[in-house]
């Protein structure tokens, strides 16, 4: 049976009557005295010069769309009155779920070089063999016609520990891909230290296009928190690599994580000045503060988080002065419509080098997170009962997330650890402030 196309209507019959729409966050400007309207479902932005008050009080009980407003009703700020704004957010979420599209995230070693004070991985197990290698592939050849497009994520341990890994599998999956039409992406979380410019572009031959590598702030506080095994500093190397990169016109995107807490916030403003001058602007590296929490690693009882309040207050005033210094930032992804995290989705899935298969990439211990196992002649086993816990526990039946403007963003699903840990939920940081997020997006998409 073929699936149906849902195909959005267009027109609008002429008795039609509009509503503002619950998922508008109105903010006003305290430098200019413009206002901003963003929509957490639409993902879309306005600015104005006058307050949206007057506009929402005239669509209150529902009123015929007036020709001025026209193009606030197709952006989604004005919605028809019969509309379940919840049923819809419910309904995007399971068309993502259903989309024609697969994610691995690979752990080519669980080995890593570095020593971070937050980790929480063991270390352990080394290399995938070249029999897993063969299951993976044997795996996605058998599922490639379930695709439209593909991603790896690869991850670790540090990938580059295990170059060759790599190499066998993106050439195996690249040439499953081409030749049945899939598109296919990459990206790699590495700690950079092995990233020199030639395997920078050797990777992104292999597909490898967009990178997550963490510097921890100026050089003092980045070889504290993030050394060798044997504790030697490793700061200048990593910056070396991303100069290097940023010579060329290789076209990635670097998301620059800064891991802070509160030994090195006070750093973070240091760090972008470095970037200024060292990166000289360039827009492929992306500046992306992220609170330290306590992830599960042996230091975890020492580390000096700081609580959510704080956390975000140091995101948004470390992102705004990287802004103001034309450094590349991403506020507006944390604002997106369906950022729901992969363990969160039944199209992704982690497979450990040892074809441990997970869906959560920082509960690598917790048995309810080994949902399966990947066997070299291809098969796979997975516990349906452990997996449902991940893609099915998510805010559509929590009436504090129905009730959230927030909703459209997150799906209450940002984090299914949390829920299934600790049944909390787990509210991503632009819960605590989302007026102070939608103004940030707007200085770094206005800018
Ligand atoms: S479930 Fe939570 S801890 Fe695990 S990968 Fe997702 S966001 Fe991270
Ligand atoms: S998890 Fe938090 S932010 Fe997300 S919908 Fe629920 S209450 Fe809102």
């Known amino acids: 049976m073929e699936p149906i196309s849902l195909q959005r209507i267009k027109t609008l019959p002429a008795d039609e009557k509009f509503v503002w729409s619950r998922y508008n ?69 399971d068309e993502m779920k259903r989309a024609r599209y697969q994610h691995l995230m690979i752990l080519p ?31 996605i050849d058998t599922h490639k016609n379930e695709w439209d497009a593909f991603t790896i994520s690869w991850f ?22 081409r030749a049945e039409g899939i598109k296919y992406s990459a990206s790699m979380t590495t700690n950079g230290y092995l990233l020199s410019l030639g395997k920078a572009q050797e990777l992104f031959r292999l597909g490898v296009s967009t990178y997550q590598i963490t510097l921890d702030g100026p050089q003092a506080e980045h070889d504290d928190k993030r050394h060798l095994a044997s504790g030697e500093g490793t700061y200048l190397r990593i910056l070396d690599n991303l100069v290097a990169i940023s ?12 891991n802070f807490d509160q030994n090195n916030a006070p750093y973070l403003t240091d760090l972008v ?52 210094h034309e450094i590349a930032t991403a506020t507006h992804e944390q604002l997106t419509p369906n950022r729901v995290c992969y363990a969160a989705m039944p199209n992704s899935l982690i497979i450990g080098s040892d074809g441990v298969i997970y869906k959560c990439s920082v509960a690598f211990d917790s048995p309810v ?18 997996f449902a816990l991940w893609v099915e526990k998510d805010g559509s039946t929590d009436p504090g997330c129905q009730a959230c403007r927030v909703h ?8 299914p650890l949390v829920r299934i840990e600790a049944d909390q939920r787990p509210c991503p940081p632009v819960k605590g402030n989302l007026e102070g997020y ?10």
């Open 156 to 177: 670790g341990g540090e990938p580059l520990l295990a170059y060759e890994v790599i190499k066998n599998i993106s050439e195996g999956v690249m040439s499953i891909c």
């Open 408 to 415: 459209p963003i997150c799906h209450g699903a940002t984090c």
């Open 369 to 386: 997170n080994h949902v399966g196992r990947l066997f070299p002649d291809g098969r796979f086993e997975l516990n349906h009962e452990k």
């Open 25 to 93: 966050v109105a903010v006003e400007k305290t430098n200019d005295h413009s206002y901003l309207l963003y929509n957490t479902r639409s993902g879309k932005l306005v600015t104005s010069r006058k307050p949206f008050e007057v506009i929402k009080s005239y669509y209150v009980e529902g009123q015929p769309l007036r020709h001025e407003d026209s193009t606030l009703q197709k952006l989604g700020f004005l919605v028809a009155d019969y509309t379940d704004e919840l049923a819809t957010t419910r309904m995007d979420l």
């Open 247 to 258: 010579e060329t016109d290789l076209p990635v995107t670097v998301n620059v994580r800064v």
């Open 273 to 324: 000045d470095e970037i200024a001058v060292k990166l000289e602007g360039d827009q492929r590296f992306r500046f992306r503060p992220f609170a330290v929490g306590k992830w599960g690693g042996e230091h975890d009882d020492d580390l000096p988080v700081l609580d959510q309040e704080d956390a975000v207050c140091q995101t948004l005033t470390s992102t705004e002065y990287a802004v103001r």
């Open 109 to 139: 070693t669980e080995k890593c070089n570095f020593r971070c004070i937050y980790c929480y991985e063991e270390y352990i197990k080394g290399r995938m063999s070249k029999d897993l290698q063969a299951g993976v592939l044997r795996w």
């Open 438 to 447: 939608v103004s940030l997006m707007a200085l770094e998409v206005l800018r």
